[in-house]
């Protein structure tokens, strides 16, 4: 048998390109379909620790693949972002912060839940991973949407007192919420507020690549999560697909084509809504019955849902006319939604939930409390800032430093849930205290370099930096745990290789549609 020549083994560079892309299109379906679905071997006692083990194992064994096919490929790449500098200066202002911290014994692992600089400088290979060795394609939507899709099935069995995986111990449920255990669990994501910061990437990656693409597979994902988002009613998800709609009208909805897109998938996203607002079980006696209840608010969904899938079907305009200035009533359209929307809640009669919170704020109002005690939370850590302000206290120390503890009486048990603060439940004010405001500014240019990412991008560059802008806007809400921020530094990283020069990323290699070039 004739033998291959090394040569041809070993100095193939285009071969060994191709196979690291190959590589990475692998680990990055792995983070966005297999990640979320993986619930670990403990359920829910310890699938923190089980989604974080499986986030580093998967991370070092495709660094350490596709380092090996660079070094057989060359080094020699003509890519042109300042997004890899920006994410070099945050990892070495985050080694700066840990080696000069008080408490560098808790910086490496941290002293909270898996924060700390080992975590940190894994997001950061996992960004300039994505950005030098990948090119985003449909596949890798597609594989986010089924994850997405199995998840919230996951979580809908749930719903209806069925744990098809055993994630909850003892026999407890998602209705014992705040009841028997402290907080809100569901799917395989874990806490709610996690499941709600996933959500806030997917639905306008999901959105944006249908109503650019129209990829009809992404409205099954769409229904689901929206059924699912409406069903844990996650405020940080609400005001971050809000803002994505009021930023994305103007700037998506330039033809014909994508108007009636929007229309549809509107439609499916309200028909989600309604199947959640009218979901009302009764669960007495550790007894589930499950009903449907036709409320005015699943009512509402129901006849918008109806209204804008008619109104897709409909001719808007004849192709042969010129088309109306859409970005201009989209404007304007927008400018309606806001007033309108601040005129209600200024004058919201309710005396009690985040409407009636929004109000007192407009009315110059403030109280601790607000938030789920978030305003409190934040106070606090602000106190902190000025006693280390470039360098923060390390990575992962916050719950060295700050001592904030909370107690409720549950009348319906006769006892008491105590809970203690760990986290800023904000990741941008998590990186201002921990490592420094030099961190923080770091990380603020990596997410405008990659948004101009965009700009020279096609469709799909369009849709990831839609879902970008989503997650940003929930994470100054959100806890920034290791349960959902690989996917969203995935999808970071992938934005970032939008921005190449050198290489045409408007049509991925699997695509067999024309791909539409935006310029937002």
Same mark, same amino acid.
């Given at each position: 048998m004739k033998l291959p020549r090394v040569s041809t083994v070993f100095a193939a560079p285009e071969h060994a390109r191709l196979r690291r892309e190959r590589l990475t299109d692998g680990y990055i379906i792995t983070i966005l379909c297999v990640f979320p679905l993986f619930p670990g071997f403990s359920g829910y006692q310890n699938i923190t620790e089980a989604k974080y083990l499986f986030f580093l194992i998967s991370t070092a064994a495709w660094l350490t693949a596709g380092l090996a096919l660079t070094l057989l490929g060359g080094l020699k790449d003509r890519r042109r972002s300042a997004a890899p500098l920006c994410c070099g200066l945050f990892w070495l202002s985050c080694c700066a912060s840990a080696l000069c911290s008080p408490w560098r014994g808790g910086t490496l692992l941290g002293a909270g839940r898996y924060d700390g600089l080992l975590t940190l400088s894994a997001y950061a290979a996992c960004f300039l991973g994505m950005a030098f060795w990948s090119r985003p394609k449909k596949s890798h939507v597609l594989a986010f949407g089924a994850g997405m899709t199995l998840c919230c099935t996951v979580g809908a069995a749930q719903l209806l007192n069925i744990d098809p995986l055993g994630l909850f111990?003892?026999? /407890?449920?998602?209705?014992?919420?705040?009841? &028997?255990?402290?907080?809100?669990? &569901?799917?395989? &994501?874990g806490n709610t507020n996690v499941l709600d910061a996933v959500l806030s990437a997917a639905l306008p990656l999901f959105a944006a690549c249908y109503v650019l693409e129209g990829w009809p597979s992404l409205l099954p994902p769409l229904f689901f999560c929206a059924a699912i988002l409406g069903t844990v009613r996650g405020d940080g998800a609400a005001v971050a697909l809000g803002l994505c709609c009021l930023v994305g009208a103007p700037l998506l909805l330039t033809d014909r084509k994508r108007v009636q897109r929007a229309l549809r998938c509107a439609g499916t996203v309200l028909a989600g809504l309604c199947l959640a607002f009218a979901y009302r079980p009764e669960y007495t006696d550790r007894v589930l019955?499950?009903?449907?209840? @036709? =409320?005015? @608010?699943?009512?509402?969904? /129901?006849?918008?849902?109806?209204?804008?899938?008619?109104?897709?079907?409909?001719? /808007?305009?004849?192709?042969?006319?010129k088309p109306p200035p859409l970005r201009r009533i989209m404007l304007g359209l927008d400018a309606a939604v806001l007033l309108g929307g601040l005129l209600t809640v200024y004058l919201w009669p309710g005396e009690s939930g985040t409407l009636y919170e929004l109000k007192c704020l407009l009315h110059g109002e403030l109280r601790e409390e607000f938030g789920s005690s978030r305003l409190g939370i934040w106070r606090e850590c602000l106190k902190m800032v000025p006693e280390r302000p470039l360098l923060g206290g390390g990575p992962g120390t916050l719950p060295l430093r700050l001592d904030i503890r909370f107690s409720r009486y549950v009348p319906e048990t006769g006892g008491t849930l105590r809970s203690y603060v760990d986290n800023a439940h904000s990741v941008f004010l998590g990186y201002l205290v921990n490592c420094g405001s030099l961190c923080l500014?770091?990380?603020?240019? &990596?997410?405008?370099?990659?948004?101009?990412?965009?700009?020279? =991008?096609?469709? /799909?560059?369009? @849709?990831?930096?839609?879902?970008?802008?989503? =997650?940003?806007?929930?994470?100054?809400?959100?806890?920034?745990?290791c349960l959902s921020e690989p996917v969203f530094w995935t999808l970071l990283g992938m934005l970032a290789a939008c921005g190449v020069s050198g290489r045409d990323n408007r049509r991925g290699e699997d695509s067999e549609d024309d791909q539409e070039e935006v310029h937002p």
């Open positions: 111990p003892g026999g /407890l449920t998602y209705y014992d919420r705040d009841v &028997l255990y402290s907080g809100a669990y &569901l799917t395989t &994501l019955t499950p009903r449907l209840r @036709a =409320g005015p @608010a699943a009512l509402s969904a /129901l006849a918008a849902a109806a209204i804008c899938c008619a109104a897709s079907f409909l001719r /808007l305009w004849e192709t042969e006319q500014t770091a990380y603020l240019a &990596l997410l405008v370099s990659c948004g101009f990412s965009a700009r020279r =991008g096609g469709a /799909l560059a369009a @849709a990831l930096a839609f879902s970008v802008l989503g =997650g940003a806007i929930h994470s100054c809400f959100g806890l920034g745990l």
